[in-house]
C-alpha cells in the first residue's frame, strides 16, 4: 500500500497481512504456552542514521527512508539510478551533479554545502538550511525554490524557467544569475548579485535596456566592463557611442567599416560593420585588435589568417 504526500512522492509502508479464512473449531486440548513469533518490520521506524557509504548503497538499491541521517559527506554525482532523496535528509556535504533523473529532493534539508547542477529538479519545497553555497546551475526545468530558503549563497545559473525568488528567502553573501529567467530580487533581500562571477548591479543584470553606452565607457573594471557590453549588446554599443572608422571598402552588399572604439585600461574594440546582401540588414562583427583592413577582418570571419587565402566567389 502506497501513501501519497503533498508533493505526490509515493511512501512505501509495510502491507497489512490479508486476512485468514476461518478454520472450524478443533477439540480442546491444553497445548504448552509458545513465545509469540517474531515479526521483523519491512523498514525502519524513525530516522535512519548511517555512514556516507551505507547511505549511498540504500538510496540506489531503492529503498528510501523517510528520514535519513548521514555522519559525513553525501556524494552521488552522475547517478543515473537516482530519482529521488527522502523526504528528510541531514548531511555535511550534498553533491548530486549531473544526476539527469533526479526529480525529487528533500523537502526539509540540513547540509553545510548542496551541489546539484545539472538535474531534472522541477519544484524545490519546504525547509532548507544550508550553512554554504547551494548550486542548481544548469537545471532547466528548475520553476520554484523552497519557500524557506536559508544559505549563504544561491547559483542559478542557466535557470532559464526559474523566473522568481520566494520572498522569504534568505542569502547572507550573493547570488549568481547569469542566464537565469530572473527578472529581480524580492524586495527584502540585500545580496550581492554576480553575472558570470561578476559583481554587477541590479540594472546590469535585470534591465539591461535601461544602460547607456556612456555607462560602459565609465567604468575602470576590465571584467565588470565585458559583462556590462555583453549585457548591453554589440551592435547597439556601436550604434551609440560611434567610433573612429580605420578602413572602408565596398562588397556585394554595398560599403563595409572598420571601426575602433578605444577603451581605457583595455584592448580597443574592433569590428567589421557590413551589410547583408540578401536581406540588407547591418550586422556588426567583432575581430581582434589588431586587424586593419575590412578585408582582413572578413578573411579572418572567414577562418582565413592569410586574407590571399581568402578569395570567395560570392560574400554573404
Not at 290 to 299: D, G, K, L, P, V
Request: proline share 9%; glycine share 6%.
Amino acid at each position: 500500500m502506497f501513501s501519497i504526500n503533498a508533493r505526490g512522492r509515493q511512501l512505501r509502508r509495510p502491507a497489512a497481512p490479508a486476512p485468514q479464512a476461518a478454520e472450524p473449531a478443533a477439540p480442546f486440548s491444553p497445548r504448552p504456552a509458545s513465545p509469540p513469533p517474531a515479526f521483523a518490520p519491512t523498514q525502519p521506524t524513525g530516522p535512519v542514521r548511517t555512514t556516507p557509504e551505507a547511505a549511498r548503497a540504500l538510496l540506489l538499491s531503492g529503498r528510501m527512508p523517510d528520514e535519513l541521517i548521514v555522519s559525513g559527506a553525501l556524494r552521488l554525482n552522475g547517478e543515473q539510478r537516482l530519482r529521488e532523496l527522502p523526504l528528510f535528509l541531514e548531511c555535511t556535504h550534498l553533491e548530486v551533479n549531473d544526476c539527469p533523473n533526479l526529480e525529487l529532493m528533500p523537502e526539509r534539508l540540513r547540509a553545510t554545502s548542496v551541489q546539484a547542477a545539472r538535474t531534472a529538479i522541477r519544484e524545490l519545497t519546504g525547509d532548507w538550511l544550508v550553512r554554504e553555497t547551494v548550486n542548481l546551475s544548469g537545471s532547466r526545468q528548475l520553476r520554484r525554490l523552497p519557500e524557506r530558503l536559508t544559505a549563504r549563497s544561491l547559483d542559478v545559473t542557466n535557470c532559464a524557467l526559474l523566473t522568481q525568488l520566494p520572498a522569504t528567502v534568505h542569502l547572507t553573501h550573493w547570488i549568481e544569475v547569469a542566464g537565469s529567467g530572473l527578472t529581480g530580487l524580492p524586495g527584502g533581500l540585500r545580496v550581492n548579485i554576480h553575472w558570470q562571477g561578476t559583481a554587477v548591479d541590479e540594472r546590469t543584470a535585470f534591465r539591461p535596456e535601461d544602460l547607456k553606452g556612456v555607462d560602459i565607457l565609465n567604468i575602470r573594471n576590465v571584467t565588470r566592463r565585458r559583462v556590462l557590453l555583453e549585457r548591453f549588446g554589440l551592435d547597439r554599443f556601436v550604434q551609440e557611442v560611434g567610433g573612429l572608422i580605420i578602413d572602408r571598402d565596398r562588397d556585394t552588399g554595398g560599403e563595409r567599416q572598420l571601426i575602433s572604439i578605444p577603451l581605457e585600461g583595455d584592448e580597443a574594440i574592433v569590428v567589421l560593420r557590413v551589410i547583408c546582401p540578401s536581406t540588407a540588414h547591418t550586422y556588426v562583427l567583432r575581430v581582434p585588435p589588431h586587424i586593419r583592413s575590412c578585408r582582413r577582418a572578413a578573411a579572418w570571419l572567414a577562418g582565413f589568417e592569410n586574407e590571399h587565402d581568402y578569395q570567395p566567389l560570392i560574400e554573404t
